[in-house]
Protein backbone atom coordinates (compact mmCIF):
# COMPACT_ATOMS: atom_id res chain seq x y z
CA UNK A 1 0.00 0.00 0.00
CA UNK A 2 2.89 2.24 0.79
CA UNK A 3 4.79 1.70 -3.00
CA UNK A 4 1.22 2.23 -4.52
CA UNK A 5 0.77 5.29 -2.85
CA UNK A 6 4.66 6.68 -3.79
CA UNK A 7 3.75 5.84 -7.08
CA UNK A 8 0.52 7.90 -7.52
CA UNK A 9 2.18 10.76 -5.46
CA UNK A 10 5.66 10.08 -7.50
CA UNK A 11 3.43 10.06 -10.91
CA UNK A 12 1.65 13.81 -9.76
CA UNK A 13 5.16 14.82 -9.14
CA UNK A 14 6.33 14.03 -12.86
CA UNK A 15 2.94 15.14 -14.31
CA UNK A 16 3.38 18.76 -13.05
CA UNK A 17 7.23 18.84 -13.34
CA UNK A 18 6.79 19.64 -17.33
CA UNK A 19 3.62 21.71 -17.00
CA UNK A 20 6.23 24.50 -14.61
CA UNK A 21 9.16 23.69 -17.17
CA UNK A 22 6.76 24.92 -19.33
CA UNK A 23 5.38 27.49 -17.65
CA UNK A 24 8.54 28.95 -16.82
CA UNK A 25 9.95 28.59 -20.56
CA UNK A 26 7.15 30.88 -21.73
CA UNK A 27 7.77 33.39 -18.74
CA UNK A 28 11.17 33.65 -20.39
CA UNK A 29 10.95 33.78 -23.85
CA UNK A 30 7.80 36.86 -23.05
CA UNK A 31 10.33 38.81 -20.85
CA UNK A 32 13.03 37.95 -23.47
CA UNK A 33 11.10 39.66 -25.83
CA UNK A 34 9.76 42.18 -23.93
CA UNK A 35 13.62 43.50 -23.06
CA UNK A 36 13.99 43.33 -26.97
CA UNK A 37 11.19 45.31 -27.61
CA UNK A 38 12.56 47.93 -25.21
CA UNK A 39 15.75 47.88 -26.77
CA UNK A 40 14.56 48.32 -30.48
CA UNK A 41 12.33 51.36 -29.05
CA UNK A 42 15.07 52.89 -27.39
CA UNK A 43 17.36 52.22 -30.52
CA UNK A 44 14.79 53.72 -32.90
CA UNK A 45 14.08 56.71 -30.31
CA UNK A 46 18.00 57.62 -30.08
CA UNK A 47 18.69 57.26 -34.46
CA UNK A 48 15.12 59.50 -34.30
CA UNK A 49 13.94 56.98 -36.92
CA UNK A 50 11.26 58.50 -38.38
CA UNK A 51 11.90 61.84 -36.90
CA UNK A 52 10.18 60.47 -33.61
CA UNK A 53 10.28 59.93 -30.57
CA UNK A 54 9.67 55.95 -29.68
CA UNK A 55 7.72 54.49 -27.12
CA UNK A 56 6.06 51.24 -25.38
CA UNK A 57 2.06 51.42 -24.41
CA UNK A 58 1.95 48.73 -21.34
CA UNK A 59 -1.83 47.64 -20.70
CA UNK A 60 -2.52 45.12 -17.43
CA UNK A 61 -5.86 44.03 -19.03
CA UNK A 62 -8.68 43.43 -15.75
CA UNK A 63 -9.95 40.38 -17.70
CA UNK A 64 -6.26 39.13 -17.57
CA UNK A 65 -4.70 39.58 -21.29
CA UNK A 66 -2.17 41.70 -21.00
CA UNK A 67 -0.76 42.86 -23.89
CA UNK A 68 1.78 46.20 -25.14
CA UNK A 69 1.75 48.18 -28.26
CA UNK A 70 5.43 49.81 -29.32
CA UNK A 71 4.25 53.23 -31.65
CA UNK A 72 6.04 56.60 -32.59
CA UNK A 73 5.21 59.86 -31.87
CA UNK A 74 5.17 62.35 -28.77
CA UNK A 75 2.99 60.23 -26.89
CA UNK A 76 0.77 57.18 -27.14
CA UNK A 77 -2.97 59.31 -27.66
CA UNK A 78 -1.60 61.48 -30.78
CA UNK A 79 1.66 57.94 -31.64
CA UNK A 80 1.13 55.76 -34.08
CA UNK A 81 0.91 52.35 -33.57
CA UNK A 82 3.56 49.84 -34.84
CA UNK A 83 2.56 46.63 -33.79
CA UNK A 84 0.57 44.88 -30.70
CA UNK A 85 1.91 42.50 -28.64
CA UNK A 86 -0.43 39.90 -26.31
CA UNK A 87 1.13 38.28 -23.48
CA UNK A 88 0.52 34.44 -22.85
CA UNK A 89 -2.16 33.56 -20.62
CA UNK A 90 0.44 32.63 -18.32
CA UNK A 91 2.13 35.55 -17.82
CA UNK A 92 1.12 39.18 -16.98
CA UNK A 93 1.74 41.98 -15.64
CA UNK A 94 2.46 43.22 -12.23
CA UNK A 95 2.77 46.84 -12.81
CA UNK A 96 0.90 48.65 -14.05
CA UNK A 97 -2.38 47.45 -11.69
CA UNK A 98 -4.99 45.29 -13.47
CA UNK A 99 -7.21 47.74 -15.40
CA UNK A 100 -4.73 50.56 -15.77
CA UNK A 101 -1.91 51.35 -18.29
CA UNK A 102 1.69 53.00 -18.31
CA UNK A 103 3.43 54.90 -21.59
CA UNK A 104 6.98 54.13 -21.41
CA UNK A 105 7.96 57.08 -23.77
CA UNK A 106 11.97 57.35 -24.92
CA UNK A 107 13.71 60.81 -25.51
CA UNK A 108 15.03 61.35 -29.07
CA UNK A 109 19.17 61.09 -29.36
CA UNK A 110 19.76 60.48 -25.46
CA UNK A 111 17.19 57.64 -25.03
CA UNK A 112 16.56 59.00 -21.32
CA UNK A 113 12.83 57.68 -20.49
Same mark, same amino acid.
Given at each position: ????????????????????????????????????????? =?????????? =???????????????????????????????????????? =??????????????????????
Amino acid at each position: MIIGISVIIGSIGALSIPSTLKDRKTFELAATELMANFYDV =QQRSMSQDLG =QQWGIHLVADAGGNDFYQVFYGKDYASGTIVKIITLPSTV =QFVSPDPGNFVDIIFDKVTGYT
